[in-house]
T-cell receptor, first 118, second 113 residues
């Protein structure tokens, strides 16, 4: 099956620093990728939809200036958490759409990135 | 706003037992429903996808049913094994073309050898 990778898998940073998380589709091209966040014992929440070559679409309540998304190629989307604070500590998961046409497209998920802000 | 609820939050069963996980959603206008498996600290693996027009899907020991009108889905696992231990997530997609998933909090399953 299709593979989506994320890097890094684990990151610890100091409060106030910025952290970049990469999401790559390894064996397929993905025009659309999604970024989710999962707090402990909570459900995955969609943060934003990343479209190659255009601006990301953010869900209500997600600050676009804090969570910068760049989808510069068909295999890479990046999420940058700017000026991270302890409340941003979470598990960030991306997914990528593979396929052409509504009937065949499948969403594949990455392994996630655990962010701890001290 | 769509809300997805999964019951129970946690479940512990002896190996070999059959079990049922429940999922309910508040808005029946869904495009499809998926069941995922999430292992600790890892991403999601899609187990079964049921289109809104379908009633059930089967894969091996797994069977998922969908009753869209009542906003319910169940995941049936037959002859459970220790390797089935994981968190099972239910997610619904609203509207054709959105691809945006609303997840439940999951059911943490432990299968005791």
């Amino acid at each position: 099956g299709a593979v989506v990778s994320q890097h890094p898998s684990w990151v610890i940073c100091k409060s106030g620093t910025s952290v970049k998380i990469e999401c790559r589709s390894l064996d397929f091209q993905a025009t659309t990728m999604f970024w989710y966040r999962q707090f402990p014992k909570q459900s995955l929440m969609l943060m934003a939809t990343s479209n190659e070559g255009s601006k990301a679409t953010y869900e209500q309540g997600v600050e676009k200036d804090k969570f910068l998304i760049n989808h510069a190629s068909l295999t890479l989307s990046t999420l940058t958490v700017t000026s991270a604070h302890p409340e941003d500590s979470s598990f960030y998961i991306c997914s990528a759409l593979q396929g052409a046409g509504r009937a065949t497209e499948t969403q594949y998920f990455g392994p996630g990135t655990r962010l701890l802000v001290l | 706003k769509q809300e997805v609820t999964q019951i129970p939050a946690a479940l512990s069963v002896p190996e070999g037992e059959n079990l049922v996980l429940n999922c309910s959603f508040t808005d029946s206008a869904i495009y499809n429903l998926q069941w995922f498996r999430q292992d600790p600290g890892k991403g999601l693996t899609s187990l079964l996808l049921i289109q809104s027009s379908q009633r059930e899907q089967t894969s091996g020991r797994l069977n998922a049913s969908l009753d869209k009108s009542s906003g319910r889905s169940t995941l049936y696992i037959a002859a459970s094994q220790p390797g089935d231990s994981a968190t099972y997530l239910c997610a619904v997609e609203a509207g054709a073309g959105s691809y945006q998933l609303t997840f439940g909090k999951g059911t943490k399953l432990s299968v005791i050898p």
